[in-house]
Nanobody, 126 residues
Framework: QVQLVESGGGLVQAGGSLRLSCAAS????????MGWFRQAPGKDREFVAG????????VYADSVKGRFTISRDNAKNTVYLQMNILKPEDTAVYYC???????????????????WGQGTQVTVSS
């Protein structure tokens, strides 16, 4: 019955930065891999970044490598996405998600995740 709530989205100019937060409640997510996905209008939901349960492994989409950083603070039951050098093509609704079972390797497949937040809008202007 874990609930995920994203925050930190907003409007930013190209080249700027935003930090998204995903706060989990109702149950700990400390033993689960977590991921960030995004969905732009007219496009499928796509993987952005993922982190395993111990934070020892991270995976990024090619489009965000070197610009975005995923991290987690299990003591706070929270996952973060630091987004730097933002581009207009980063504009999307960003979703936080938890994998279906604990101790799995981080996946870039949306169907590996079974708990989703409501999303937070990120808009990057040129």
């Amino acid at each position: 019955q874990v609930q995920l709530v994203e925050s930190g989205g907003g409007l930013v100019q190209a080249g700027g930065s935003l930090r998204l937060s995903c706060a989990a409640s109702g149950s700990t997510v400390s033993t689960y891999a977590m991921g960030w996905f995004r969905q732009a209008p007219g496009k499928d939901r796509e993987f952005v970044a993922g982190i395993n349960w111990s934070a020892g492994s991270t995976v990024y989409a090619d489009s965000v490598k070197g610009r975005f950083t995923i991290s987690r603070d299990n003591a706070k039951n929270t996952v973060y996405l630091q987004m730097n050098i933002l581009k207009p093509e980063d504009t999307a609704v960003y979703y936080c998600a938890r994998e279906k079972a604990p101790y799995y390797s981080v996946s870039n497949n949306r169907y590996a995740y079974d708990r989703w937040g409501q999303g937070t809008q990120v808009t990057v202007s040129s």
